[in-house]
Structures are given as structure tokens and as C-alpha cells.
């Protein structure tokens, strides 16, 4: 299959443009960004893992081991939450960049988990930052006890994946976290400063009790595991960018609705999972931002709690829970399903400015006798031109909504565009102009083979 990483003008496509494009310009290397356009679970762990066969380089940018991206090759079914799913093509090389936070023993049990499933090598391909914050099992203690608290004080908890994501990004902007490079530096320093957070979230939590002096055994453990993959991720990042032509991936972990700027505050992760987070997550200058690629699935669903305005508490949403097989990769929890809602997905493009879309999961809607799509919110009987920031008025407004047929045809087996019966192609048209992007992308299944290339 061909790759395209420049998004051309579709409707006059270049026939010989095939392949990933190495991005060049004076300022160096151009990047290619994959990032969610929803509440996450879109499929990007998909369409990264088709761009990366043809990568030098993958890298993650932010969140932690609380996302996670399922790809299926060859039959066999991976889940990676920490490592960049690009780990998968042994050619590559993987980094996990100085805004990610990383939970040392859930970053080995993942590597040995994928390895007993075929990924052989892995940690011979994974560059981590030095600069990356540490996730300590008492953060995800922490987590859990918030998330208790939250619900005694307020009756509803936010739905945290209980990672401990959210306490380590407080940690590091409290400026009390400690990171990669100190784990590697002086262990007895690094030891009274693990003690000193300790007591803090202590002193905040009296129930808390942590086995310090365990703890940092298994720390220690980690450490000369982890000394050979670690580098300055700054400087790999520049050499990547200012050396030969290289085909740089990043993969984006959440989604824009989830961003800690732009989400559905409070309901929202702890990280910039829009293209700010590429910048400071892996320190890429703007300038060398190239294509942005949104995924979004054919309809929407989001796990945890918030607002979410087209949901469908009806045998529609059940039915696109079950066929489509709606269960967080993380957490193990259904997934809330509604229509899908171009509204988040025009508000996510506002913030990221993709240059193309890949549309994921075409195939779930394939026994629906109509389908709708939300094109616009109403307030008081207004349309409002943006998406409210106010989760309070999110769930008062009255959703616009468009109607199409169904086109009850199984369109699994669909390789090229004109496989695609009619009223789906004209689904997927209207999609695309509404948004104003491109859709690069149309996903008809879970491997590899089931994306349909547009342009």
C-alpha cells in the first residue's frame, strides 16, 4: 500500500505521489503529527502503524500509561500504552519524549508482554528522554484516593484511569518530580528527594502508606535496565531534524477533547494532547511542524464521565457499543456511544489545523437504516458559532443534527474508494466539506489492510 504523507488536493490527485514523503525544508526535517480529533479511542494507533512502516523515527509526546493504542498485524493483536506503536516496525526507532511521564514497571511489563506476543527487539529500538518525569506507585495510590475523595465531597468522581497520571503532572508542576535523569544520577540523592515527595502527598493523604525502602529497591532494579535507552531527548531530536532526511512520526496519546487547555475541563487528562504538546513534549520547533492528521471514528464515543451531547442512551447506542466492540483498552470499561459530532471535530481542527482526516470504524454503521450526524449546538434555539467551554452550558445545548440513509451493506471487504457503496461515499463527502479538511483515510475494519486510501 502506498502512504502519502502530504495531503495534495484530492479532488486533483498526483497518481505518482505515492509513499511517505520525507518533509524537507531550510529549517530542517518536517514532522508528520497523529492526533485524536474526539474523547480519544479513534483508531490512531491504527493509522500510526501504517505510517510507520515507513518511518525512521516514532515518537510519543505526552500522557502516559493511562492511553492506549491497539494494532493488529498479522493476525496478532497488540497493546501498547506507553510505547509508541511504532515499535512494531523493527526498522524504526522509538522515543519517548521529555513530556511523557512514565511508570517504570508498567513500561517493562508492557515491552515483556508484546515481546511473548513477537516483538522481538524492542528495547533495543527505544530512545527515552532524560527529561521525562517518573510515575511512582504511589501516584497511582494517590490517584485512586482522589478520585474516593471526589466522590464523598462532590458525588461524582472525574473517571481517572487510576495511572497515577494525573498526581505525577501535579508533581512535576509543583517542580517536587523527579525525572529520568535523576534516577540516573546520584541514587542517594535521588532517594531523599523520593522520600520528601513521599511525605508531602502524606501529609496531604494520612491513609497513604508507601514502602519507601521497597520502593526504591525496585527503583534501583529499574535503573541499570533503563541506563542504555535513556539519552538526551533534545539533542536526538535536533540531530533528527537537522541531520539526513528522515521520516519523523509523532503519535499523539488522548485526544483534543481530553486536552488540559481545550478539553471538557475537568474531565479531561493531564497533558496537552493537541499540537502545543508536540512543540514542548519533544522540543520540535513550530517550524518544523509538517502534516497534521486528525482521526476520528464515523460516530463518537468517550469512556469515563462529562458531557457528551449527541450520546445515544438507546438501542442505537448499544448497538454501536457492541458492534463495535466499545471497551477502553486501559480501563476495561464500555464506552459511551452516540452520533458522531462534527461540531468537536470542527473545534478540534480550529486548535490543531489538520491537513488531512482519517475517518475510522465506517464498517460499525454498516446495518443502520439512517444515520445522523450533529452539524451544529443550540442554545435557548440559537446556534452558537463555538463549543462552549462551560461543561454546564455543554449539557443544556440542543444538538443540530443532519440525516442521512444508511446504505445496509457490509462494507468490510472495501479496498478502494469505489467499493464503497453510494450513500456511503456521500456520508463520508458531507463529512469532509463540513469540517472543511481532506479525509485521507477511511477505516472498514481492525488490521492493517482495511484502510482505504484516498489521495
Not at 510507520?52 to 502516559?64: H, M, N, P, S
Request: charged share 25%; glycine share 10%; hydrophobic share 35%.
Amino acid at each position: 500500500m502506498s502512504l502519502g504523507w502530504s495531503a495534495k488536493d484530492h479532488k486533483n490527485p498526483n497518481p505518482t505521489a505515492g509513499g511517505l514523503k520525507r518533509q524537507r525544508s531550510d529549517t530542517g526535517n518536517k514532522v508528520t503529527v497523529v492526533l485524536g480529533a474526539q474523547w480519544g479511542d479513534e483508531g490512531k494507533g491504527k493509522v500510526v502503524d501504517l505510517l510507520a512502516t515507513e518511518a525512521d523515527v516514532v515518537c510519543r509526546c505526552q500522557g502516559g500509561n493511562n492511553a492506549g493504542h491497539t494494532v493488529v498485524v498479522d493476525g496478532k493483536e497488540y497493546d501498547f500504552h506507553l510505547l509508541p506503536s511504532g515499535i512494531i516496525n523493527p526498522k524504526s526507532t522509538s522515543l519517548i519524549g521529555n513530556g511523557v511521564v512514565i511508570h517504570l514497571p508498567g513500561l517493562f511489563e508492557e515491552g515483556d508482554k508484546n515481546e511473548k506476543k513477537g516483538l522481538k527487539g524492542w528495547d533495543k529500538r527505544l530512545i527515552v528522554s532524560d527529561r521525562a518525569h517518573l510515575v511512582f506507585d504511589f501516584h497511582q495510590v494517590v490517584d485512586g484516593l482522589q478520585e474516593t475523595e471526589r466522590q464523598a465531597q462532590e458525588g461524582k468522581s472525574i473517571g481517572t484511569t487510576k495511572k497515577g497520571i494525573g498526581p505525577a503532572y501535579s508533581s512535576k508542576a509543583s517542580r517536587t518530580g523527579l525525572r529520568v535523569c535523576d534516577l540516573l544520577g546520584d541514587f542517594k540523592d535521588f532517594s531523599s528527594r523520593f522520600k520528601n515527595l513521599v511525605q508531602q502527598y502524606q501529609s496531604m493523604y494520612p491513609s497513604l502508606i508507601v514502602d519507601v525502602e521497597s520502593q526504591l529497591k525496585k527503583l534501583k532494579e529499574y535503573t541499570e535496565r533503563l541506563r542504555p535507552m535513556v539519552r538526551d531527548g533534545v539533542y536526538y531530536m535536533y540531530e533528527a531534524l537537522h541531520g539526513p532526511p528522515k521520516k519523523i512520526l509523532i503519535e499523539g496519546a488522548n485526544a483534543a477533547l481530553l486536552d488540559i487547555d481545550f478539553g471538557t475541563y475537568p474531565f479531561v487528562t493531564s497533558s496537552n494532547c493537541t499540537v502545543g504538546g508536540v512543540c514542548t513534549g519533544l522540543g520540535i520547533p513550530p517550524l518544523n511542524i509538517g502534516e497534521v492528521f486528525g482521526v476520528t471514528k464515523a460516530y463518537t464515543t468517550r469512556v469515563g464521565i462529562g458531557a457528551f451531547p449527541t450520546e445515544q442512551l438507546n438501542a442505537v447506542g448499544e448497538l454501536l457499543q457492541t458492534r463495535g466492540h466499545e471497551v477502553g483498552v486501559t480501563t476495561g470499561r464500555k464506552r459511551r456511544c452516540g452520533w458522531l459530532d462534527l461540531v468537536i471535530v470542527k473545534y478540534a481542527h480550529m486548535i490543531n489545523g489538520f491537513t488531512a482526516i482519517a475517518l475510522t470504524k465506517l464498517d460499525i454503521l454498516d446495518v443502520l437504516d439512517e444515520i445522523k450526524v450533529g452539524i451544529a449546538y443550540k442554545l435557548n434555539g440559537k446556534r452558537i458559532p463555538h463549543f462552549p467551554a462551560n461543561l454546564d452550558v455543554l449539557h443544556k445545548v440542543e444538538v443540530e443534527y443532519e440525516t442521512f440513509p444508511g446504505w445496509k451493506t457490509d462494507t468490510s471487504a472495501a479496498r478502494k474508494w469505489n467499493d464503497l457503496p453510494a450513500h456511503a461515499q456521500n456520508y463520508i463527502r458531507f463529512i469532509e466539506n463540513h469540517i472543511g479538511v481532506p479525509i485521507k483515510w477511511v477505516g472498514v475494519g481492525k488490521s492493517r489492510e482495511c484502510m482505504i486510501q484516498m489521495f
